[in-house]
């Protein structure tokens, strides 16, 4: 499976836009690259996920270079809400399904 | 979207009894599940995969006799701690996925806090 690097913390001030990376240096031709995040004390929560085009829904933009190598997740406007711990993830297969193994993630705090 | 939803969100039960956590997919159906346990300050860690139909797929190092998990319908899963103890403690997250095989995301419940005293 390809292994992710996140940093473990990022700041972001509040209204700006936050950038945040990941390193997949292995991810093989047909494997996606998703996004979730977990506020504290909750479950999981999914942000977008994409191939090698760029993707852009109501929560996020993911923007994945051409040699699929690295990505970056955007939230345009942070919130004091998207306050949470991001985790960059490419599934493993597992016969029918796909298993998600989470790293350590990035936290990230919006500061007011 | 998908929605999958946990039952208890909190629990907390005496050193020798047995827990029951459920786990429904609302507004879909899902031959698969996973169940997950996160520790404080730790990431989540996968535990097993529910199989609708069959039996669950346990991760190396977790305990299929004390973690009993049945799926026995396409919107129901369920995980039953038997004999907890403290160290059973810990934060337990289910998720599924509407698809099977393609790239649909999976999505979570809002776990369930389990505290064995």
């Known amino acids: 499976d390809a292994k992710t690097t996140q940093p473990p913390s990022m700041d972001c001030a509040e209204g700006r836009a936050a950038n945040l990376p990941c390193n997949h240096s292995?991810?093989?031709?047909?494997?996606?690259v998703y996004w979730y995040r977990q506020i504290h004390s909750q479950g999981p929560q999914y942000i977008i996920h994409g191939l090698k085009n760029n993707e852009t829904n109501e929560m996020a933009s993911l923007i994945i270079t051409e040699d699929r190598k690295s990505s970056t997740l955007i939230l345009p406007h942070a919130t004091l809400r998207d306050t949470a711990v991001y985790y960059c993830i490419v599934p493993v297969s597992s016969g029918s399904a796909r298993q998600l193994t989470f790293g350590s993630g990035t936290q990230l705090t919006v500061l007011p | 979207g998908a929605v999958v939803s946990q039952h208890p969100s909190r629990v907390i039960c005496k050193s020798g009894t047995s827990v029951k956590i459920e786990c429904r997919s609302l507004d879909f159906q899902a031959t698969t599940m996973f169940w997950y346990r996160q520790f404080p300050k730790q990431s989540l860690m996968l535990m097993a995969t529910?199989?609708?139909?069959?039996?669950?797929?346990?991760e190396q190092g977790v305990e299929k006799d004390k973690f009993l998990i049945n799926h026995a319908s396409l919107t129901l899963s369920t995980l039953t701690v038997t004999s907890a103890h403290p160290e059973d403690s810990s934060f337990y997250i289910c998720?599924?996925?509407?698809?099977?095989?393609?790239?649909?995301?999976?999505?979570f419940g809002n776990g369930t806090r389990l505290t064995v005293t």
């Open positions: 529910s199989n609708e139909g069959s039996k669950a797929t346990y």
């Open positions: 292995t991810i093989s031709g047909n494997e996606y």
């Open positions: 998720s599924a996925s509407p698809g099977r095989g393609d790239n649909s995301p999976l999505h």
